[in-house]
């Protein structure tokens, strides 16, 4: 195998701005150089140098998605260690370099075998990274619960949230829960000692709690709009306490159902652009062919998004990250925000500091795409596939 990979004649967006004519120097799983075509082209590079001309291509951090149920027929509601490295596979043709797995609200037993299941597949993935696991509850509002399960939802109880975390092997990346819960922040200050990232989500909260969670370090919401109270002019809500305070960050869904594209422009009209993540909210049946399509036990249908076939309520998203940026693109937002959002941002406020730059130290997780922001090649710890299928190059 080649020790170096340079990357050249390459539109690289770094994580900080557009570089033209550029190249990026690889060895082994990290970038160790960046440079212009001028500096290329004086250069001199090992014979075993594996040389990719990317003739224009952007060239831009892996995309991380910190919010996804399921992919490609393979969920976390399975509880099984070969679904999320299925997961993990299916995912790098789509550009995803690394991601959270994420659990939906369920019964105790239930939810302590996915996340099992997610810590033992750690470290076993041959495709994107998986950084740890998401709880999207279940510490929620029953007022807000999408499609979770009523039943699953449980008071704030710190003995059951040092279960999952015992369980979890220390990999508890973040959280959803709801602000205005009963002993909201005893469990708020359990979890940043953890330093689990707190977010507001399948919330009921008045504006009043939404600024004391934020007391408490609940600083990131879930897909926004989605499963949280609505802004009133006498009461914000959740809503409106993630437009009022710049340092909330927030999730969008990315779809054009889940949120108007021109409420996506409003947004980012009023908020600063490192607060904002794309995530796909993918549930199992994403990408499946065979039917029916079952995600967390119920039969759902494709239109655009997933309903529920029973009384078609929005399920979540039949998302990639991919056409994720694609769509904020046409909405007319220019590709360096659409890359904060897809791969900067993610990483910063997961704080995931070796990931979502170009620059030297950083990861080698890379994804070029052309011009139409078709996937030609990801690059995983320095490890190229195309079309999701690792290449053996010597």
């Known amino acids: 195998m080649s020790s170096s990979i340079c990357i050249h004649n390459a539109t690289v967006l770094n994580g900080y701005s557009r570089m033209n004519n550029c190249a990026v120097l690889i060895k082994q799983n990290k970038i160790i150089d960046v440079f212009n075509e001028d500096r290329f082209s004086e250069k001199t590079f090992k014979d075993d140098t594996l040389m990719i001309n990317a003739k224009g291509a952007y060239l831009t951090p892996g995309f991380i998605d910190t919010h996804i149920h399921g992919f490609a027929g393979y969920g976390v509601e399975d509880g099984t260690v070969k679904s999320i490295l299925k997961m993990s596979d299916s995912l790098v043709k789509y550009g995803v370099t690394s991601f959270i797995p994420t659990l939906y609200t369920a019964p105790k037993e239930k939810m302590i075998k996915s996340i099992k299941a997610i810590a033992s597949a750690m470290g076993k993935e041959k495709g994107a990274t998986i950084l740890g696991m998401h709880l999207e509850g279940p510490f929620i509002s029953k007022d ?73 370090r609940i600083m990131h919401t879930t897909h926004l709009f989605n499963a949280m109270s609505r802004m009133h002019h006498r009461d914000p809500g959740a809503v409106g306490a993630v437009f009022i305070h710049p340092e909330l960050s927030c999730e969008i869904i990315a779809d054009g159902i889940h949120i108007n594209p021109e409420i996506i422009k409003f947004l980012l009209s009023c908020k600063p652009i490192d607060k904002i993540v794309l995530v796909t909210d993918a549930l199992k049946p994403t990408k499946q062919k065979k039917k ?13 998004c997933f309903y529920r076939k029973s009384d078609n309520v929005i399920a979540g998203s039949a998302l990639t990250m991919v056409d994720g940026v694609k769509n904020l693109v046409s909405y007319g937002i220019n590709i360096e925000q659409v890359i904060h959002m897809a791969s900067t941002n993610p990483a910063q406020i997961m704080k995931q500091y070796h990931l979502g730059l170009i620059a030297p130290g950083y990861d080698a997780d890379l994804v070029l795409l052309n011009h139409k922001l078709d996937v030609l090649y990801t690059i995983i710890q320095g490890k190229i596939y195309q079309k999701g299928v690792k290449l053996c190059i010597s």
Not at 292 to 304: F, K, T
Request: proline share 2%; hydrophobic share 40%.
């Open 144 to 216: 807000r619960l999408g499609v979770q399960n009523a039943s699953d939802v449980s008071k704030v109880d710190l003995e059951l949230m040092e279960e999952f975390w015992n369980a979890s092997q220390g990999h508890i990346v973040n959280m959803t829960v709801a602000p205005e819960l009963k002993h909201m922040r005893e469990l708020a200050l359990y979890c940043v000692s953890k330093g689990i990232i707190l977010q507001a989500g399948h919330t009921n909260a008045t504006y009043k709690q939404m600024v004391e969670g934020m007391q408490a």
């Open 292 to 304: 029916p399509l079952i995600a967390n036990g119920d039969e759902v249908y494709i239109d655009q």
